[in-house]
Each structure stands twice: as C-alpha cells, then as structure tokens.
C-alpha cells in the first residue's frame, strides 16, 4: 500500500517546519538574553530572577520541552533537506548560484554543528550537571557566583565570545532565509530585509558578547 503524502514529505513543508522551529528558537535566544542581561544590575536581581524562573516549574518545563522539541525539528528538517538536495543531485555540477547564497549556505553548515557543540557544553556547564571549571564550587542558587567565576578563565571567556559571534552569523543568514520563506524575497525589498537581519544579529551578539566581556573588564565582579 502506498504511503499517503503529508505536508512534512516535501521539500516546502520541510522548509517551513526549518522556518518555525527556527522562529521560536530566535524567540529564545532573545528572551534568554534579555534574561541574562540582568547581570549587569548586581546579586540581587540576577539570582532573583533565577530563582524565579526556577520557582515556576511548570513553565520551566514547558520552555524547555518546547525549545528541545525546536532544536530537534530544526536539526531533522535540516539533515533531511540536505540529503534530499544531495540524492536528487548524485553527480556534482556546476550550479548557478550567486556568491552570497553559497556564502550563506556554506557559513549555516559551519555554524550549525559548531552550536549543537555550543548548547552541549553550555548546559553541562551552567545548567546540569554545572561543571565548575576554575577553582569554585558550582551553586545551585548563586547563579550570578557561577557567571562571574566561570568567566574568570580567559579560555571560557573566548568559547563563549567565539560561539556567540558564530551564533550572530548562523541569526543573520536565520533571519534572512526567514524573510524570504515568509514571501519577502524581492529585489525591491531586498536591502530591507538584509538590513533587519543583520541589525537583530548584531543586537544579538552584542549583548551576548557583553556579558563574559563584562566580567573580564570588571564591570561584573
Ligand atoms: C554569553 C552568552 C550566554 C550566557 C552568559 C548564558 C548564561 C546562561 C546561564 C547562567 C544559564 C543557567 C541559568 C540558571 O542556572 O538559572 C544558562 C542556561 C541556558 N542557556 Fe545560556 N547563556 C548564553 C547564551 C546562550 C545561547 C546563545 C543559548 C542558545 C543558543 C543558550 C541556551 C541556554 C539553555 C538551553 C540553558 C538551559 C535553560 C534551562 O535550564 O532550561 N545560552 N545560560
């Protein structure tokens, strides 16, 4: 019997599930940063805002199975489409493609793999188990401590710097392939469009880089 086709099947659904999935982890990322900034505003109010987060379990849980759930769509639309541009093209040939679309495509093949990486370690580090690195103890409650202590180590401050401009490339060419499955891809507005991509990565970064640079310039101590 022949498998009925779904939505999923195609190379359009595949793109849209990337799209979406993409869509609410720029939602986190952004809000997780926004979180995050607090640092800058002293003890109190960073492990406040921890221990807030983590006094809503339920909505802990909920964020973390929704983003886990994205990253996995994420990931498998991307295997999928890949290996299907790849099987419907077994030989190598001379593509017509501009210089910035295989820029593009080449750089979220870079970034990609490097973030899984990224978020592996992130969490093992700061979340669970919470690998103290340097010479202190992890705390479970003293989530500023682990921040200014983790950042003390000038090889933890260059990851982190590193995966988040790598992260910065991987949102600007995100949010471009964005636009334009959301239709916005046309000459007229094409400026526009490299424009808000690139000024909500840049954002993006900035912020996050501000955060281990902070701690390395004193401004966090
Ligand atoms: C320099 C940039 C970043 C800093 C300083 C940072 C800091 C932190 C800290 C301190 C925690 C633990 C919070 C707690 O124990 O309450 C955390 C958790 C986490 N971070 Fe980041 N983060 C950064 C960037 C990112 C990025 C770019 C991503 C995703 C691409 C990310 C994903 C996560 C996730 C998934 C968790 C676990 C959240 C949970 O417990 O459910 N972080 N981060």
């Given at each position: 019997m022949q498998k009925t086709l779904t939505l999923f099947d195609t190379t359009l659904g595949k793109k849209a599930a990337l799209a979406l999935s993409g869509l609410v982890l720029y939602g986190f990322v952004i809000a997780h940063m926004l979180g995050n900034l607090q640092v800058f505003l002293g003890p109190e109010t960073f492990n406040a805002y921890a221990a807030g987060i983590k006094g809503l379990p339920a909505l802990l849980w909920t964020e973390r199975i929704v983003v886990g759930s994205a990253v996995i769509v994420h990931l498998s639309m991307m295997i999928a489409l890949y290996q299907r541009s790849a099987a419907a093209r077994p030989v190598a040939y001379h593509r017509v493609t501009s210089a910035a679309t295989s820029y593009a495509s080449a750089t979220m093949k870079f970034t990609g793999p490097m973030l899984l990486c990224y978020l592996v370690f992130h969490i093992l580090h700061?979340?669970?188990?919470?690998?103290?690195?340097?010479?202190y103890e992890h705390s479970h409650t003293d989530v500023y401590g682990n921040f200014v202590n983790a950042f003390q180590l000038p090889w933890v401050t260059l990851v982190y710097c590193t995966a988040n401009l790598f992260l910065g490339l991987h949102l600007y060419h995100g949010a471009w392939s964005l636009l334009q499955t959301l239709g916005l891809s046309h000459p007229r507005y094409n400026a526009l469009r490299a424009a808000v991509s690139r000024t909500i990565a840049l954002g993006i970064t900035a912020g996050n880089v501000a955060m281990p640079l902070g701690v390395m310039f004193g401004i966090i101590d």
């Open positions: 700061f979340t669970a188990p919470g690998l103290a690195l340097g010479e």
